[in-house]
């Protein structure tokens, strides 16, 4: 499984995808971001699904970015041609794939911003290439292991969240899915991109970076526990003693 954010507020993106690569009883460890920039035209793709379909896909949309990446002066036309390789891949190798009993599952999230994009873009792709865009009543998306990080998100993420906070946010959501899902782990790789910028950030955090914020949270969150009021607990513990 995976895990890969993408987060799109007022100021930028901010994107997390962690590396752990399971197959079978063998896990390793591989990078699942794809970044591709020049000056005032810069993009990210996060994937989830087969590593070997991953990759065809990403090795046929590097030969389109080679021949036409002029074309595209707008990331959806951009993320259309992506599908159009997502689509190539399925149909050179979903049979086979279904024989040998596997599932043809490749997930996308894209963003950035080309020449002609009034603004950051963020959209999330999926296995049959039709895409959705992030937008601000829904500002984030994860593929992979969805449901550990999404609580935090739901109750602190908004539009005009800074930046900082986001990472931090997003942290914290592939904190939750790391210590509940086996199949997530360090290193993550994270992604910057500022409005207007034109510019995609890289950085890769190893868990030494930040186990020691891991340890923060986690101590906050048991502070807090014992902080929350108790008087309205007391109703049932009082019939309890009755009985």
């Given at each position: 499984?995976?895990?890969c954010?993408?987060?799109?507020?007022?100021?930028?993106?901010?994107?997390?995808?962690?590396?752990?690569?399971?197959?079978?009883?063998?896990?390793?460890?591989?990078?699942?971001?794809?970044?591709?920039?020049?000056?005032?035209?810069?993009?990210?793709?996060m994937?989830?699904?087969?590593r070997?379909?991953?990759?065809?896909a990403?090795t046929?949309?590097?030969?389109?970015?080679?021949?036409?990446?002029?074309k595209?002066?707008?990331?959806?036309?951009?993320?259309?041609?992506?599908?159009?390789?997502?689509?190539?891949?399925?149909n050179?190798?979903?049979?086979?794939?279904?024989?040998?009993?596997?599932?043809?599952?490749?997930s996308?999230?894209?963003?950035?911003?080309?020449?002609?994009?009034?603004?950051?873009?963020?959209?999330?792709?999926?296995?049959?290439g039709?895409?959705?865009?992030?937008?601000?009543g829904?500002?984030f998306?994860?593929?992979g292991?969805?449901?550990y990080?999404?609580?935090?998100?739901?109750?602190?993420?908004?539009?005009?969240?800074?930046?900082?906070?986001?990472?931090?946010?997003?942290?914290?959501?592939?904190?939750?899915?790391?210590v509940?899902a086996?199949?997530?782990?360090?290193?993550?790789d994270?992604?910057?991109?500022?409005?207007?910028?034109?510019?995609?950030?890289?950085?890769?955090?190893?868990?030494?970076?930040?186990?020691?914020?891991?340890?923060?949270?986690?101590?906050?969150?048991?502070?807090?526990?014992?902080?929350l009021?108790?008087?309205?607990m007391?109703?049932?513990?009082?019939?309890?003693?009755?009985?």
């Open positions: 499984m995976t895990f954010l993408g987060v799109k507020v007022a100021k930028g993106i901010v994107a997390i995808a962690d590396t752990r690569i399971t197959s079978g009883s063998e896990v390793s460890s591989n990078k699942k971001v794809f970044v591709h920039q020049s000056q005032h035209h810069s993009l990210f793709i994937t989830a699904g087969l070997s379909v991953r990759d065809k990403i046929y949309f590097k030969e389109v970015l080679e021949e036409q990446d002029t595209f002066d707008k990331l959806y036309k951009a993320v259309n041609a992506f599908g159009e390789m997502v689509k190539r891949v399925a050179e190798d979903k049979a086979s794939l279904r024989e040998a009993g596997l599932s043809f599952n490749l996308a999230v894209i963003g950035g911003q080309l020449e002609k994009d009034e603004e950051h873009k963020l959209y999330m792709l999926y296995p049959e039709n895409w959705i865009e992030v937008t601000e829904s500002p998306i994860i593929i292991q969805p449901n990080g999404k609580p935090i998100l739901y109750r602190n993420l908004k539009y005009d969240t800074p930046l900082q906070d986001v990472l931090k946010l997003g942290f914290l959501a592939f904190d939750s899915t790391r509940s086996n199949d997530v782990d360090f290193p993550i994270v992604i910057l991109c500022e409005k207007d910028s034109f510019k995609i950030t890289e950085q890769r955090y190893e868990k030494s970076d930040l186990e020691q914020i891991s340890y923060q949270w986690n101590a906050l969150l048991n502070a807090s526990v014992q902080k009021p108790t008087d309205w007391e109703p049932i513990f009082a019939k309890s003693l009755e009985d």
